[in-house]
């Protein structure tokens, strides 16, 4: 089966023709998510057709859209989407598909898909009890019991793991809520994360701005003190996040991907022991993984998610 995919985030969005297990050709075009959906749509639908065309006019069974919000699968619709595109729950999309494609559409959570790519080509394979994390520019999340994806009443299950609280005295999340892990451990809250920090102004980190957590871990590393109570911040608040998932999902495994694990050496053994000495799993231990497909996996979803193969 080949399919065209399209996986929107808050600054870019890559299209790409997709068959099983392997991507065969794909193109990234810049997304405004400030402007909205609608204006980008165009940009869209003249980047499928060319990937499409240049692969001799492949038979395709569909489009996947993965978005960066709350997505109803059955309605094929977008319910909320935390100020990135906000036009895009008044959008059509299944009909502006069909229009400019003529091909049907299915859409789902970023986070959703990714973890139903890692499963069918990742990380994931043979493993049907799964949470995935995702530490980027916010904290996506999803969550699969017995090889079936959890989508909820409202569409909300399992894709808002980075909207658990770690601290009820925290930070203000741009959900509404106190002290999420989004709110205190992501690149978009980084920076107020690292000017709250008493000795930042005068610190390595400071004098390489814009700060990212990829320069946070570099100075860690090299024994910068702020660039390390930063750094094992970030760490136990991502932490006790996957132990709220592990309690509230009961996974087997635990995939944690994003921009953010280019520094896994540093990250993933902290989350691999935290969650064996606070994960309350008396049937055993659960592991944790890095993701396998970096920026393809929610790409490689679409496959699965066409053929309904995580559908209740």
Not at 8 to 36: K, M, P, Q, W, Y
Not at 224 to 247: E, T
Request: overall charge negative; glycine content about 10%.
């Amino acid at each position: 089966m080949k399919a065209l995919a399209v996986d929107l985030g808050g600054s870019h969005a890559t299209c790409a023709l997709v068959e099983n297990r392997d991507i065969l050709a794909s193109r990234t075009v810049f997304a405004d998510r400030t402007i909205g959906l609608k204006p980008l749509l165009p940009l869209l639908a003249s980047t499928l057709k060319a990937i499409r065309a240049e692969a001799c006019n492949a038979n395709t069974a569909g489009v996947v859209f993965s978005f960066c919000g709350i997505v109803d699968y059955v309605q094929g619709r977008i319910l909320s989407t935390n100020a990135k595109f906000d036009d895009a729950p008044s959008l059509d999309l299944v009909a502006w598909c069909h229009e400019e494609l003529a091909l049907p559409l299915k859409m789902e959570n970023d986070a959703r898909l990714a973890l139903l790519g890692e499963w069918y080509a990742g990380a994931a394979r043979g493993c049907d009890n799964v949470v995935m994390i995702t530490l980027g520019t916010g904290i996506g999340g999803a969550a699969m019991s017995e090889g079936r994806l959890l989508r909820g009443k409202h569409s909300q299950a399992g894709c808002l793991g980075g909207h658990l609280p770690v601290d009820f005295e925290g930070r203000l999340c741009s959900c509404g809520a106190i002290g999420c892990a989004e709110a205190e451990a992501s690149s978009v809250s980084l920076p107020e994360v690292c000017r709250s920090h008493p000795g930042f102004a005068s610190s390595a980190v400071a004098a390489e701005m814009p700060v990212t957590f990829e320069k946070l871990f570099h100075h860690q590393g090299q024994g910068d003190r702020v660039a390390q109570d930063i750094a094992n911040r970030c760490l136990r608040v991502w932490a006790a996040n996957i132990v709220g998932l592990i309690h509230a999902y009961d996974p087997e495994l635990v995939i944690v991907g994003g921009g953010v694990m280019k520094s896994a050496m540093q990250i993933l053994p902290f989350l691999q022991e935290y969650v064996q000495r606070h994960a309350w799993t008396p049937w055993g231990k659960v592991s944790v993984a890095s993701a396998a497909l970096g920026n393809s996996a929610a790409l490689l979803g679409a496959i699965p998610l066409l053929e309904g193969l995580a559908d209740p």
